[in-house]
């Protein structure tokens, strides 16, 4: 049998001796009333199903100082059957979790009847409850879910006045969403919501049973390169009911490519207190729809289209009036491998985010766009001849176009990482004919010079190289085309750099703001050790001063956002998702209080 987490009381002969109506109470069993408040002080809740008065028993149980340990009390002449019900549906659990008690055989089986999976259990088992396993329950001294359970009952009186219509009424209730990011901070709690949470948890992808090995599981998850996390926090008029929900995301491929724009859904997961507010369908939509395959039978449809305009995101549950604000109508994000990470967190600041930058195929190709000519020459190129080219490339030519300047409606923030151009000898490839700049490479071959290399040397690299027969057939005639076609040149220097930068400027719509990102001054490297990177503090150096004129930019580094060196992944600019979080958080600051460009400037 299932651990019980809501227990259903009987009164007259069984809560107390004797019957309300037939002679009054003989005797109000202390006991009893102890056993109800340990259960709330173990999380475990408390109702009732009588067949008596409502008022007579509510001021019977005040006067007990027992009547607010009890959360939906069912108080008519009813049958029971339906009523209990109606309160399970009403505390949103699961049949299999509830034990009903009653000292009339009738009534027990009649529950039953109407509902198969409850437990019952008549009036004697009372004095070996807490002793039976299945009321070990979770200490809960403050009694924090008798609480919310509390305000739960409170919503539903209320929202049974507007049943009429239900959004009416959800739009009354002030409903605030807040989003928590330091998902290690309360691992018992995301390990609990992933594991406890049924009805509303869209992947069912569980952790292992021992708490130690789940919360290793999961700290590893989110450790990972590319993924994401939250808790949902919610608060209405009626009270604050916690961390209701958590998410988890990771990077996900798109027509055989990897694209850090397109994210998956690990866990996504919600407690059914919430249950009506259709929370779990605005956070699907706030987190711009990710990949999501649902498993099992949940209580939501994610899929269908509706409105949820009663819900505000907030940066603060405790500021009625602390609304997070919209940054811009559109916020673009171009970079490498931090683009999505800090997408993601500015997406709460914005009505659209676009993310564009470095990519890898399922051909096993790379292309980088994280620098200033290869980022231009992006923004160029565009026709048919572009498009066949990256096709005989075997490379996306969506993806190696950028619409970073193009209009929009509204006004616009930049956000761009040029790291790439912090290694000038890191090899590009200009078209001989049309002048085109790219980028690619061979997974695993990142200093290689496709133009330059010998080519016995190149081939013997490809042959040595991790990828299977096949795909290393497929590089030679685009490894050859590349030799033909293109001349290796390098990165600009930095009178050419700043010359680009200002062009950058230049190309800008008025009204936009533009974000430049520098990478940490310190790197990981294969050793594990860290060590300063002085190529990358010149570069900084160097976009410090180009910009340093230019009003409506911002600089904005990773190095002040680094608590720890534990912080720092391999690859440069791979980071814990939480400095990804604090340079969001920086980027907003920053832009919140910085000009935008002025027309014609």
Known sequence: MEAIRLVIWDLDETFWRGTVTEGGIAEHIAEHEAIVIELSRRGILNSICSKNDYETIRSILIERNIWEYFVFPSISWESKGPRI???IEATQLRPATVLFIDDNPGNLGEALDVVADLQVADEKFIREMLLDPRFIGK?????SRLKQYKLLEERKRDQMAH??????FLRRCNIRLRVEYDVEANLDRAVELIART??????KKRLPEDVSAAKASLLALLKKAGCQSGFIQVVDRYGDYGYVGIFVVEGGRRDGVTDFAMQTLVHFCFSCRTLGMQIEYWVYEWLRRPSLNVVGEVLTDLFSPKTVDWVRLVTSIADDNDSADKLASEIRVH?????NAIAHYLAASTQKVVVSGNFATSEGWFARLNGISLLLSAVDSRGSEFDAEMARLKLPSNLMKSALFSEAKGNVVLVVSLALDSHRTSPRYRHKE??????TEINGLTMTNLVKSDEPVLRQEIDSSHHNADAKAAFLPVVEHIRSNYESVDGPDDMEFKSMCMSLTERMLPGAKLVVLLDAERYRHADQTVKPAPWMSRFNNMVRKVFEDVPFVAIVGF????????????GGNHYDRMVYFRVAEEIVKRVRSMPEKKGGG
């Open 139 to 143: 200490q809960d001294p403050e009694m």
């Open 559 to 570: 190095d002040s956002f680094i608590v720890d060196e534990h912080e720092i992944q391999m």
């Open 198 to 203: 049924n009805q509303l948890n869209f992947t």
């Open 163 to 168: 049943a009429s219509d239900n959004s009416e």
């Open 434 to 439: 049309k002048g085109w700049i790219i980028r």
């Open 335 to 339: 970079g490498g491998c931090e683009a």
């Open 85 to 87: 019900q109606s309160l």
